[in-house]
């Protein structure tokens, strides 16, 4: 073999192996378009970034067609290379060309998505309500809310505890985008879902004036923990204990040990509050606490006895929109002569000057000066009954009052 045939050779093999890494660095390029393209049409349309999985499935489509088009096309072409498909050479090139498609999707989803995300966010969109993607087709068929434009007018609600000011800086000044075709009830029902749902809100108080505009504001974290449902005077303690199969948050439990002689001895009753594995947590009175020790074991038992009407309706109100509140009915208000039936709210109790209790009141019991009510309801709902229980300088009738206070807090429900 000569020289100069070696080395024509080596060029010849020189050049194919430039050819096919080309080839793939080519496919590897298309793939992670592909996979940016995707990602930029799944967060218009979702307003989410694209699983990892959906893009490395669209990232690997380029190289799925290069592999099964070329080959078919060769064999249809020249039937006597049909075993070339097979041929070592051919398989590592497919394989290469395959693998590099998968493991540049990452990267394309990435970049897609911020590019996504930058331009949404420069446009004024940066929320986009999933359903106008349907509709955009349609000039003019859309509805802007744009949120108050400093942190500082976004108020917090009584009773709820503060959202950070850095989740408040955020929302501040974005523009929010809902189909024109709803109506005021629908368009607050769909503010309120969208700011809890994008950023991670408890509780919303929004109101909303003619023009569509934000006029108020307000949010609230909703509580966590056992500190909010435990009245004063007791303790929380976490205990290890054997909680029986059937025990349950609210159970009235009694908490037993091994005296020195080896029998039984009762410690201390409590209530259960929570379990996990062999560490129960019981709330109790707190001089009751102190008896006991964190290193010993206990064992629990179950008092046959139905847990309390005040912790299930705890439970229940913690995992809802609405909240507990008192209102004080003021001298000279809106509400006094009104009846509970105006206030088109929950009043569960109401508490005379006197100091009686009135217990699941009639909707048509008259409102008094100095009543307190006990409401159940949503913030907002809450907010405007304190408004007309609270003293104006003038005093309207009491047929006008009804009329003002149900028409105004209607669109709560």
């Not at 049909?82 to 051919?90: E, I, K, L, M, Y």
């Not at 523009?175 to 769909?190: G, I």
């Not at 039936?341 to 000066?369: C, F, H, K, W």
Request: proline fraction near 4%.
């Amino acid at each position: 073999m000569t020289p100069a045939f070696q080395l024509d050779a080596v060029l010849r093999s020189v050049s194919v192996l430039l050819d096919d890494v080309a080839l793939i660095a080519g496919i590897a390029v298309g793939s992670a378009a592909v996979a940016a393209a995707a990602a930029i049409v799944y967060r218009w349309y979702t307003r989410e970034q694209v699983p990892q999985w959906l893009a490395s499935l669209f990232g690997g489509t380029p190289a799925a067609v290069y592999i099964s088009g070329i080959g078919l096309l060769d064999t249809i072409t020249d039937p006597t290379r049909a075993a070339d498909v097979f041929a070592p050479s051919t398989m590592l090139l497919n394989s290469t060309v395959l693998v590099a498609a998968v493991a540049v999707s990452p990267v394309g989803r990435a970049v897609g998505d911020r590019f996504a995300t930058d331009v949404f966010a420069f446009a004024g969109t940066s929320a986009v309500d999933a359903e106008v993607g349907r509709i955009v087709r349609t000039v003019g068929r859309v509805a802007a809310v744009e949120l108050p434009e400093e942190a500082d007018d976004i108020g917090d609600i009584d009773g709820y505890d503060s959202v950070p000011r850095a989740r408040k800086e955020a929302m501040a000044g974005k523009r929010l985008l809902f189909p024109r075709r709803l109506t005021d009830a629908e368009l607050t029902d769909r503010l309120v879902t969208r700011i809890k749902e994008d950023y991670g809100i408890g509780h919303v108080d929004v109101e909303l004036d003619d023009d569509g505009d934000v006029s108020f504001l307000a949010l609230g974290r909703r509580v966590a923990g056992l500190g909010p449902t435990m009245p004063p005077g007791v303790a929380a303690v976490a205990v290890r204990a054997d909680p029986g199969a059937g025990a349950s948050a609210g159970d009235a439990v009694q908490l037993w040990r091994a005296s020195e002689d080896g029998d039984p001895e009762r410690v201390v009753g409590a209530e259960l509050r929570a379990t996990a594995g062999d560490v129960a947590t019981v709330i109790l009175d707190e001089s009751d606490a102190e008896r006991l020790d964190r290193d010993e074991e206990y064992r629990l038992l179950t008092l046959p006895s139905d847990p309390g009407a005040e912790h299930e309706f705890t439970s229940l109100l913690r995992g809802a929109d609405e909240t507990m509140e008192t209102v004080t009915i003021e001298a000279g208000s809106d509400l006094v002569g009104a009846t509970l039936g105006n206030l088109d709210a929950t009043v569960v109790a109401v508490r005379t000057a006197a100091g009686s209790i009135d217990a699941i009141p009639a909707r048509a019991r008259e409102l008094d000066a100095d009543d307190v009510l006990f409401l159940v309801a949503r913030p907002e709902t809450i907010r405007r009954v304190s408004r007309f229980a609270t003293a104006t300088e003038t005093d309207d009738d009491s047929d006008g009052t009804s009329a003002s206070v149900a028409s105004d807090s209607a669109g709560d429900d």
